[in-house]
C-alpha cells in the first residue's frame, strides 16, 4: 500500500467531509471551516509542486489541524463530564493554538468559570473525586469490549509470526502460513485458509490501520449486541467475505488474487452497525448514526476504487454479510 497516496486520499476526503458539515447555516461546527479549507489548500499546493510528497504534506497538514484538535475536543469533553475542569481548561487552551474558534474560546471560558464554582464550594476535594471518576470510567472501559481486546491481540501475535517466518510482504510466506487463494480453496479444499488469512496483514501500515478500525468501530457494537454475537459477527463477516471473493471468482467477475488482512470483518462490523441502528431506526440518534455508517461506506468505496492494491470484493462482501448479520443478531431492545 502506498503510503503517500493513503495520507493524500484521507487528507482531501476527511477536510472535504468537514466543510460539509461546516458550511451549513444552522452547523455548530463553524469554527472548523478555516482549519479545513487550509488543510485542503495545503495539500492541493503540494499536489501542484511535490506531487511525490503530497500525501505526506497534506496528512501532516490534516493530523496538526483537523485529527489531534478533534481528538483533544473529545478528551476535553470527558474530563468536563468528569467534573475535572481545570483538566479540561488546559486542555482546550493548549487546543486553542491549533483550532483558534470562538466557539473554542467560549467553551475555555466557560470552564474557567465551572473551575471556579467548583473550587469555592468543594475545595481540594474535587480533584481526587473526579481523578479517582476518570480512573474508573478508563477500567470499565477497557473491560466492557472484551472481544475486541482479544482479536486485536490475536492480529498482533499473527503479525510477529509472520515477521519471524519472513517478509510479511512476501506471497510465498503469505501462503505457507494461511492467505486466502482461490485455487488453494477450490482445488485443494484448504477450507482453513478462510480463517487464517483474516489475521495475516502486508504489513505494519496494514496491521495499524485495521487495528485502529477494529479499535474505534468495535467496542460500541460489542456493548450493544453483547460479546458472543460480536464475535459471531467478526468472524463469520470475514470468513463470508473471503468466500464471497473465491466465488466471484470462479465466475471470472474478479481476477484470482492472495487475499489477507482483517478488512472484511472490520467492514462486516459497519454493516452490522447499519442492520443493528436499521432495526431500532425509531431510537434517540438512530437516523443521525446511520448517516455516519453512509459516510463510511462511502469512504470506503471511495478509497476502494482509487487504490488497485485492496479488494473491494472483499469489503463489500463483508458489509453485506455484516449488515445481515445486525438485522439477525441485534437484541430486541437497545
Request: aromatic content about 10%; charged content about 10%.
Amino acid at each position: 500500500m502506498n503510503l503517500n497516496h493513503i495520507f493524500l486520499f484521507l487528507a482531501v476526503i476527511s477536510s472535504l467531509l468537514v466543510l460539509a458539515r461546516a458550511w451549513r447555516p444552522s452547523s455548530p461546527y463553524g469554527g472548523w471551516r478555516i482549519a479545513a479549507l487550509t488543510v485542503f489548500a495545503i495539500t492541493c499546493i503540494a499536489w501542484l509542486l511535490w506531487r511525490g510528497a503530497a500525501g505526506y504534506i497534506g496528512g501532516s497538514a490534516w493530523f496538526v489541524l483537523l485529527f489531534l484538535p478533534a481528538i483533544g475536543l473529545r478528551k476535553m469533553t470527558e474530563l468536563a463530564a468528569q467534573r475535572n475542569y481545570r483538566s479540561a481548561r488546559k486542555l482546550g487552551a493548549a487546543l486553542q493554538i491549533l483550532h483558534p474558534s470562538t466557539e473554542l474560546r467560549d467553551q475555555v471560558q466557560l470552564l474557567r468559570q465551572l473551575e471556579s464554582q467548583v473550587n469555592h464550594s468543594a475545595g481540594f476535594r474535587s480533584v481526587p473525586l473526579g481523578y479517582e471518576t476518570a480512573r474508573r470510567m478508563r477500567h470499565n472501559q477497557l473491560r466492557s469490549a472484551p472481544a475486541v481486546l482479544i482479536f486485536i491481540v490475536l492480529n498482533v501475535v499473527a503479525f510477529l509470526f509472520e515477521m519471524s517466518v519472513g517478509d510479511s510482504n512476501d506471497p510465498e510466506v503469505l501462503h505457507r502460513i494461511g492467505a486466502l487463494e482461490p485455487y488453494s480453496v477450490v482445488g485443494q479444499h484448504e477450507y482453513w485458509r478462510f480463517v487464517t488469512a483474516l489475521f495475516l496483514h502486508g504489513g505494519l501500515l496494514h496491521l495499524g490501520f485495521n487495528v485502529f478500525a477494529l479499535y474505534v468501530l468495535g467496542p460500541p457494537l460489542e456493548r450493544s449486541i453483547g460479546t458472543m454475537r460480536f464475535v459471531a459477527c467478526y468472524l463469520i463477516s470475514g470468513i463470508a467475505s473471503g468466500a464471497g471473493v473465491v466465488g466471484l471468482t470462479l465466475v471470472a467477475l474478479t481476477r484470482p488474487a492472495q487475499l489477507i488482512g482483517a478488512s472484511g470483518s472490520i467492514m462486516g462490523i459497519v454493516g452490522a452497525w447499519a442492520g443493528f441502528l436499521l432495526r431500532h431506526r425509531h431510537a434517540l440518534h438512530a437516523k443521525q448514526r446511520l448517516a455516519n455508517v453512509a459516510v463510511i461506506v462511502a469512504i470506503q468505496i471511495a478509497f476502494d476504487l482509487s487504490t488497485p492494491q485492496v479488494s473491494m470484493a472483499a469489503h463489500i462482501c463483508g458489509l453485506i454479510a455484516g449488515f445481515i448479520l445486525g438485522l439477525i443478531l441485534a437484541p430486541r431492545a437497545v
